[in-house]
């Protein structure tokens, strides 16, 4: 059976050599963009391939369309069948940031249409923690096909977005650090606040003391709270630039709550429109 959501250091070590399963290491620092792959040439998971934020797991930013904008999907597809993944592979995930990164390849995936793909409880860290092998040798991937197509439920537009802000059937939540979503200490966008109506869940709230992600009860209970119980179909997640909200996306997966989308372009494309309504607070 495919692990769709999270899978343990223990699970995955015990694959670590299967042809079938395909490691991505994730690492990735927003403030210094080469942190992650120098770590990674330190030292990996054995076999894992480098996922890097901004040049696999981007696209070309035009200053309007935000931070970390997605690949066109032709251009996406291509790497992950140059990376050698094809519909029967099982693809882990894993950062060194509770997930942050490694959430953004397990989301874009499944909205390619790849399903057989899970991120790493813990991370990095666990992994580490569990005295298991790691390797500086970097592998050279069999080139495959990828034959996925993007889902256009499973995200939403900026003007489609705008268009329903009043209309309150949407659920948007806010993956930022509550002080940011507030208007308070912004150091990466060039406007301060959040999109109104938006509530704050911070994606660090997902996970426990040890770093990894709370119970589908916990994470239920916390997204219900927040969601006033709508469906999960109504509910909007975004952060800064599209990236963590994808952590809460996988939250609500294993809380059960299967459904909602994404908003890619997030705060950083939201406010580079000066007409857009912003609000602090």
Same mark, same amino acid.
């Given at each position: ?85 094809? %519909? /029967?592979? *099982? ?11 490694? #959430? @953004?390849?397990?989301?874009?995936? !499944? ?47 900026? %003007? /489609?977005? *705008? ?11 806010? #993956? @930022?650090?509550?002080?940011?979503? !507030? ?99």
């Amino acid at each position: 059976m495919p692990f769709e959501t999270l899978v343990t250091a223990e699970d995955l070590a015990a694959h670590v050599a299967d042809p079938g399963w395909i490691v991505f290491d994730c690492r990735h620092d927003l403030a210094d963009t080469g942190k992650g792959e120098r770590a990674y040439r330190e030292s990996h998971i054995p076999g894992a391939r480098f996922a890097h934020l901004d040049r696999d797991l981007s696209g070309l930013k035009t200053g309007r369309n935000g931070r970390h904008p997605l690949p066109e999907p032709p251009a996406f597809a291509a790497w992950l069948g140059r990376m050698g993944i094809d %519909a /029967t592979k *099982q693809v882990v995930a894993y950062d060194d940031a509770g997930g942050a990164f490694a #959430a @953004r390849l397990w989301w874009m995936l !499944r909205w390619m249409g790849h399903r057989s793909v899970a991120v790493l409880d813990g991370g990095w860290d666990a992994w580490r923690r569990s005295r298991l092998p790691t390797s500086p040798e970097v592998p050279i991937p069999s080139p495959l096909q990828f034959e996925g197509r993007p889902d256009p439920s499973m995200i939403i537009d900026a %003007a /489609t977005l *705008q268009t329903h802000l009043d209309s309150g059937v949407l659920r948007l939540i806010d #993956a @930022r650090s509550p002080d940011r979503f !507030r208007g308070e200490n912004e150091t990466i966008d060039p406007v301060a606040g959040h999109i109104p109506g938006a509530r704050n869940r911070f994606f660090k709230d997902n996970l426990d003391a040890e770093g990894r992600f709370r119970s589908g009860e916990q994470l239920r209970e916390a997204f219900d709270s927040i969601a006033a119980g709508g469906p999960a179909s109504e509910i909007i997640n975004q952060c800064g630039s599209g990236v963590t909200a994808c952590h809460n996306l996988l939250a609500l997966e294993i809380a059960g709550l299967a459904g909602a989308r994404l908003y890619p372009g997030s705060w950083s494309e939201w406010c580079s429109d000066p007409l857009r309504p912003v609000e602090t607070g």
